[in-house]
């Protein structure tokens, strides 16, 4: 099993400690013999340990940086909510096709945020807007928070702050099985807590770093005991030798373990593997010995917004992948609601 994650080294932001968190994070991480920096904002980190930029790359993964949010305003690019919350950036998993690669570039670092408050009160704002309607909050865009929560327990805090709001609702989504912490937490319903799940080959392969396929199906159970509305995202699909028997034995296997109850308000998010020609560079340098397939002859060339187009699997090869993995979601989750294929 995957160890939870606790940093090589921490760098904090003056700015960090004048919050309950920041201090109570500077204390913990002492505490725990961690060597903690100084740096003046959580953007401006340099000098990490590491003679090339393989080994800078690996010990920026291994790194936490204490800040505080200064942008408040929330993105809401993702087809799964309308606003982005953020209280981390960055993750320890090595996934080796992650858009994080590129968006991230030169500042792989994780980073976690104490001015919790106040991105509630901006939360706020948002929901008041839309009232009465509901208001959905994405918290994983731009990290695994799950992956770092049982360090900072922000996200539990989350899940307390929207257990007990009238419009907002919370979601993320995680590749970690560090869940324990969250089980007892009043989430009221108003939280749905998702796993990304792939089949074996993908996660083996294509995740180091990353809680494996059992792990995070036994978290994602204890998780549906827990009361939370649970979801899995089958992300990215990815079309190796033997894909349909791995995806097909990936639903079985949830078939087996997740309780009736779960069954009953599961979602899931179908997405296939797609890069840019930015992300196979970094990708490359990042992990020189992938197996991940990057071929743009074989692949369909789609424009993106901002002009930078994307590769994705050709019209066939969706069209199958739509059909095999639905069929899956139709055979063992029939009640289960399929949220969008892209």
Same mark, same amino acid.
């Given at each position: 099993?995957?160890?939870?994650?606790?940093?090589?080294?921490?760098?904090?932001?003056?700015?960090?400690?004048?919050?309950?968190?920041?201090?109570?994070?500077?204390?913990?991480?002492?505490?725990?013999?961690?060597?903690?920096?100084?740096?003046?904002?959580?953007?401006?980190?340099?000098?990490?340990?590491?003679?090339?930029?393989?080994?800078?790359?690996?010990?920026?993964?291994?790194?936490?940086?204490?800040?505080?949010? !200064?942008?408040?305003?929330?993105?809401?690019?993702?087809?799964?909510?309308?606003?982005?919350?953020?209280?981390?950036?960055?993750?320890?998993?090595?996934?080796?096709?992650?858009?994080?690669?590129?968006?991230?570039?030169?500042?792989?670092?994780?980073?976690?945020?104490?001015?919790?408050?106040?991105?509630?009160?901006?939360?706020?704002?948002?929901?008041?807007?839309?009232?009465?309607?509901?208001?959905?909050?994405?918290?994983?865009?731009?990290?695994?928070?799950?992956?770092?929560?049982?360090?900072?327990?922000?996200?539990?805090?989350?899940?307390?702050?929207?257990?007990?709001?009238?419009?907002?609702? @919370?979601?993320?989504?995680?590749?970690?099985?560090?869940?324990?912490?969250?089980?007892?937490?009043?989430?009221?319903?108003?939280?749905?807590?998702?796993?990304?799940?792939?089949?074996?080959?993908?996660?083996?392969?294509?995740?180091?770093?990353?809680?494996?396929?059992?792990?995070?199906?036994?978290?994602?159970?204890?998780?549906?005991?827990?009361?939370?509305?649970?979801?899995?995202?089958?992300?990215?699909?990815?079309?190796?030798?033997?894909?349909?028997?791995?995806?097909?034995?990936?639903?079985?296997?949830?078939?087996?373990?997740?309780?009736?109850?779960?069954?009953?308000?599961?979602?899931?998010?179908?997405?296939?593997?797609?890069?840019?020609?930015?992300?196979?560079?970094?990708?490359?340098?990042?992990?020189?010995?992938?197996?991940?397939?990057?071929?743009?002859? !074989?692949?369909?060339?789609?424009?993106?917004?901002?002009?930078?187009?994307?590769?994705?699997?050709?019209?066939?090869?969706?069209?199958?992948?739509?059909?095999? @993995?639905?069929?899956?979601?139709?055979?063992?989750?029939?009640?289960?609601?399929?949220?969008?294929?892209?």
């Amino acid at each position: 099993m995957v160890k939870p994650f606790v940093p090589e080294l921490v760098y904090i932001e003056p700015g960090a400690l004048k919050y309950p968190l920041g201090k109570e994070l500077k204390e913990k991480f002492e505490d725990m013999g961690i060597e903690i920096r100084e740096t003046t904002s959580h953007n401006q980190v340099r000098n990490l340990p590491g003679e090339n930029d393989f080994q800078k790359y690996r010990m920026a993964k291994s790194t936490l940086v204490v800040g505080v949010r !200064k942008t408040l305003k929330f993105d809401t690019s993702k087809p799964s909510a309308e606003y982005a919350i953020p209280f981390a950036t960055g993750c320890m998993g090595h996934c080796h096709y992650c858009y994080l690669q590129t968006t991230m570039g030169s500042k792989p670092y994780i980073r976690t945020y104490v001015n919790v408050e106040e991105v509630f009160e901006a939360a706020e704002a948002y929901m008041k807007e839309r009232a009465p309607e509901e208001t959905r909050f994405e918290a994983s865009c731009t990290s695994d928070i799950v992956g770092v929560d049982h360090l900072t327990h922000t996200l539990k805090r989350a899940i307390e702050y929207f257990g007990q709001s009238e419009h907002g609702r @919370l979601r993320f989504v995680t590749k970690f099985a560090h869940v324990d912490h969250l089980l007892d937490a009043k989430h009221n319903g108003r939280t749905r807590f998702r796993f990304s799940m792939n089949a074996d080959y993908v996660i083996k392969y294509l995740e180091p770093g990353t809680s494996r396929l059992d792990d995070r199906i036994e978290a994602a159970v204890k998780v549906a005991e827990a009361g939370y509305p649970l979801g899995f995202i089958i992300a990215p699909i990815y079309l190796y030798e033997d894909w349909k028997e791995g995806y097909r034995i990936l639903f079985e296997k949830l078939y087996d373990k997740l309780p009736e109850q779960a069954t009953k308000d599961l979602t899931f998010e179908l997405i296939q593997h797609r890069f840019t020609k930015p992300a196979k560079r970094v990708i490359q340098k990042n992990y020189p010995m992938t197996k991940l397939e990057m071929d743009e002859e !074989k692949r369909k060339y789609k424009w993106g917004r901002y002009g930078i187009g994307k590769y994705v699997y050709q019209k066939d090869e969706q069209k199958e992948m739509q059909e095999v @993995l639905g069929g899956y979601i139709e055979q063992y989750f029939p009640e289960a609601r399929l949220e969008y294929f892209t």
